[in-house]
């Protein structure tokens, strides 16, 4: 799950004391990592004040660079209308990046009856600046990183833990190809999986990704991956056919987002110092379930390969977006790009 820096909680902690009621006067949550910072906006918001007190306690702002700062402080200074405590949201906060500096003598005394939460996406605040220093003594900082690749199937695995519904490799894997690091329509997907589940089931198949998501189970890119993986020439040549039959709802930009990584992760695991499973686990940052594909990956293709590979996967990704191009449509591409790795 989403950690912050070594200063700070994570988000686990900060979940646990929002439940508990235990809130702070200011929290700053930031980094490049959406999800993580709208559900603790949630939880503080739903936890710190019933329905009926959000009508006269609840203030959410939209920061621009034309914010006045001097607004935050005033919504901030008030007290709450027959309520504990108030809630001040603001939303954006990275549009005021210049200006954040203008807050520091209400964080240094903030009101006790109002909860502040401070949300600034895209990035973090510049770490050196005396407020960040200000925000965590007297409350908490959040960073909220974007979770690398080889962490998706972990998340999918928790978070389907909290709903008590397993799922197998497959059908975890076909997830996170066609989805990507969109953790937020990720959990959307996996909600709507665990409804339509059939009673009594409490297991995630391809077959429930197939039918209720739209991804073919023969047919999607972690297929692919698994056939050039193991250098399946006819099983990669016929999702490749299918995939140039249906170019709209298969891209090759997106076969090519999700085989980039594998591959440039691939080289990484031919020049680990230690090619035990533990020494490629520590080496990868991934678990050992996960290792299956690169150890294959190693058999079949070469660290040169591999190499040669990365430098065609860049240069299909560039002539996609036009440079040389020429006639090759986008099948001609893909077919090319496929071809060179097979062979």
């Excluded at 953790?183 to 297991?203: A, F, H, N, W």
């Excluded at 499973?277 to 299956?292: A, I, P, R």
């Amino acid at each position: 799950m989403a950690k912050q820096s070594k200063q700070g909680p994570t988000y686990r902690d900060i979940l646990s004391d929002v439940e508990k009621k235990q809130f702070k006067p200011v929290y700053l949550l930031q980094g490049d990592e959406p999800y993580y910072i709208d559900k603790l906006v949630d939880a503080i918001t739903s936890n710190a004040l019933t329905e009926d007190e959000q009508a006269f306690n609840l203030t959410t702002i939209y920061a621009t660079d034309q914010t006045d700062l001097g607004d935050i402080v005033t919504a901030s200074r008030r007290y709450p209308m027959m309520a504990e405590r108030q809630v001040v949201i603001v939303k954006e906060c990275q549009n005021v990046k210049n200006k954040i500096d203008q807050l520091a003598p209400y964080i240094a005394k903030p009101s006790m009856t109002t909860v502040l939460v401070l949300c600034w996406k895209n990035g973090t605040v510049d770490g050196r600046k005396k407020i960040v220093g200000m925000i965590q003594s007297e409350g908490v900082v959040f960073s909220s990183p974007r979770l690398k690749d080889q962490a998706l199937p972990s998340f999918v695995l928790d978070y389907l833990k909290t709903k008590r519904v397993a799922i197998d490799y497959k059908a975890t894997m076909m997830l996170v190809e066609n989805i990507g690091s969109d953790l937020s329509r990720m959990t959307s997907e996996i909600d709507k999986l665990c409804i339509t589940l059939p009673p009594g089931v409490q297991s995630i198949t391809p077959e429930h990704i197939e039918k209720n998501i739209g991804i073919s189970k023969n047919y999607n890119v972690y297929e692919l991956k698994n056939a050039l993986i193991s250098r399946d020439v006819l099983r990669a040549n016929r999702i490749v056919n299918y995939f140039c039959d249906n170019v709209k709802q298969n891209p090759p930009i997106g076969v090519i987002a999700v085989l980039f990584p594998y591959f440039a992760t691939l080289m990484q695991a031919h020049y680990s110092p230690d090619k035990s499973d533990k020494g490629l686990s520590e080496y990868l940052g991934m678990n050992n379930w996960q290792l299956n594909d690169y150890k294959t990956g190693m058999r079949n293709f070469t660290a040169m390969k591999t190499m040669r590979i990365i430098g065609k996967l860049r240069e299909a990704d560039v002539t996609l977006k036009g440079v040389g191009r020429g006639n090759m449509t986008e099948s001609d591409i893909m077919k090319e790009l496929i071809f060179f790795i097979l062979h």
